[in-house]
């Protein structure tokens, strides 16, 4: 298949964003490249470009493995404000700030994303709005690649309303003549409106129902679309139990279709045979080979302890010890190397085992690239970044039904899948009430989607934080995150708007309370 990539520029993301993609050939639109002269206005013409058009967007949400300043990248933002990690390196000033919830609108990892998003957004915008105007064109070929452009979009716009509340809903290319050059912010049900109508337009577009190439595929719409319902159900829009019916019957949609299921082995989450299928739904894109290298592995090793091919290690994303002993006892996630965790590992990656003296994150180990016995490691990671995870997809429909109808057995047999994956045992269904049952797929969901970037918008959705000394959940405000033993506030349910945004846009006021 022949992919193209763009390079990355420099600038307010937001403002006056023109997008050009280059010809150069590839695999996986994964490699970037500097563009020649080529401009909007006169590089929509044929359907390669509308291929090339497509991989660009693709290859920029690769932003959230980017570097935000020293030693930490824009990953760990999510997961630094929940309270299940820290920071065994503490040099850099913004994700310390995010880990002791002190940040700001001056803080790098929040402007990255801001930008990332934005990037994002404007090349699918551009696909949009050119490549329905290139001619001869095939037109299922042309139906997919508009399909995939609205879910890229909606992908952009889910993570920014989450993030930011009533943020800028551009729909269109932008330049500096754009009426909206300096756009005003759009009410948070708007965005979500557009959200789904994206979302909707992509799951008409006729995408395959799964796609090894790792682009968009049916059931990565339908699990999006589920996740969105799920959470315009609860906060801050609350739209309740038609929209938490709506939630259970599009995961259901993916738990009936085919080809889809918890891999077998909580390996296969992070090894390279298995991207782009099975329990993988929807995957950011990764081949160090082609100058796509995620850059995750270093910040999540052991601080310099010498255990793999890697010579830098930083330890700035590690579990908290309280959130790995809040697992039941012979949680199969919890064991060494087996599941989610470890606690030994090789010298050098290819020698000695090497007791670390604490959990660290397997989930997303890359074996390849740090090595293991007999097999040294390259120090390049290739292995995709999850987003859409079926596991996530069960937990929907359980917590979604269950809001909708009570504790019902196809919801209970949703929920007991991932604990019998885990080897622990589950309570029979009728031991369970409404109340009950939801606290007990919350707790599922925190201990099966951790490190996921998933875990903050639960806590905000719900309104509600899981405690890991009390095994049960607390209120949003007022819960104190043991890992920096400071209390979550009311205006931690937004992040700020990002200072060079709103300093070089004053459409943009109010920041959001609090900052």
């Given at each position: 298949m022949k992919l193209y990539s763009i390079p990355k520029f420099s600038g307010i993301a937001l403002l006056a964003v023109m997008?050009?993609?280059?010809?150069?050939?590839?695999?996986?639109?994964?490699?970037?490249?500097d563009p020649s002269n080529l401009t909007p206005d006169n590089f929509y013409t044929i359907p390669q470009h509308a291929e090339a058009a497509?991989?660009?967007a693709y290859a920029q949400t690769r932003f959230i493995t980017g570097g935000a300043n020293i030693i930490s990248i824009n990953y760990q933002m999510l997961d630094a404000v929940t309270g299940i990690v820290t920071t065994e390196s503490a040099q850099n000033s913004d994700l310390n700030n995010l880990l002791g919830l002190a940040y700001d609108a001056g803080n790098q990892h929040v402007i990255n994303w801001w930008n990332g998003l934005y990037r994002v957004i404007a090349q699918a915008n551009l696909v949009l709005d050119k490549v329905p105007g290139i001619n001869p064109m095939d037109e299922a070929q042309k139906k997919s690649i508009l399909g995939?452009?609205?879910?890229?979009?909606?992908?952009?716009?889910?993570?920014?309303?989450?993030?930011?509340?009533?943020?800028?809903l551009i729909l269109q290319p932008q330049t500096a003549t754009s009426e909206d050059f300096y756009p005003v912010r759009t009410p948070v049900a708007q965005v979500y409106d557009q959200i789904v109508s994206d979302l909707e337009a992509a799951e008409a577009?006729?995408?395959?129902?799964?796609?090894?190439?790792?682009?968009?595929?049916?059931?990565?719409?339908?699990?999006?679309?589920?996740?969105?319902?799920?959470t315009m159900a609860g906060q801050p829009l609350n739209k309740g139990a038609e929209y938490f019916q709506k939630a259970a019957a599009k995961a259901n949609e993916v738990i009936t279709g085919a080809g889809i299921d918890l891999f077998s082995d909580y390996g296969h989450l992070h090894d390279y045979a298995h991207k782009n299928q099975g329990e993988h739904i929807f995957q950011i894109q990764y081949n160090a080979s082609i100058a796509a290298n995620n850059e995750l592995q270093m910040y999540w090793l052991p601080n310099f302890k010498p255990i793999t091919a890697y010579t830098a290690s930083f330890g700035t994303t590690v579990p908290t010890k309280s959130f790995y002993d809040s697992y039941e006892a012979n949680d199969l996630r919890t064991v060494d190397q087996k599941g989610f965790f470890y606690n030994t590992y090789f010298v050098g990656g290819t020698g000695a085992s090497y007791d670390l003296d604490a959990p660290y994150i397997f989930k997303h180990f890359d074996v390849a690239a740090n090595g293991k016995p007999g097999t040294p490691g390259t120090a390049n990671s290739s292995l995709n970044l999850p987003q859409i995870r079926y596991a996530d997809v069960l937990l929907v429909y359980a917590e979604a039904q269950n809001e909708a109808s009570g504790p019902t057995q196809d919801a209970y047999d949703a929920f007991k899948k991932i604990r019998d994956r885990a080897q622990i045992a589950t309570p029979a269904l009728g031991t369970y009430d409404k109340d009950a049952f939801r606290k007990a797929i919350w707790r599922e969901r925190w201990h099966e989607l951790c490190f996921e970037n998933?875990?903050?918008?639960?806590?905000?959705r719900t309104k509600k934080v899981y405690n890991t000394a009390t095994n049960d959940f607390d209120d949003f405000v007022g819960h104190v995150n043991l890992s920096s033993n400071r209390p979550l506030e009311e205006k931690h349910l937004l992040f700020p708007l990002p200072r060079p945004e709103v300093q070089n846009n004053p459409n943009l006021t109010p920041q959001n309370t609090g900052y």
């Open positions: 997008l050009v993609a280059s010809g150069t050939s590839c695999k996986k639109f994964l490699e970037e490249q497509i991989a660009s995939q452009a609205f879910f890229l979009r909606a992908w952009s716009y889910f993570y920014a309303v989450q993030i930011w509340g009533d943020i800028p577009a006729g995408l395959p129902w799964t796609d090894g190439s790792g682009r968009v595929s049916r059931a990565a719409v339908k699990s999006l679309l589920a996740k969105v319902f799920l998933v875990l903050w918008f639960d806590m905000v």
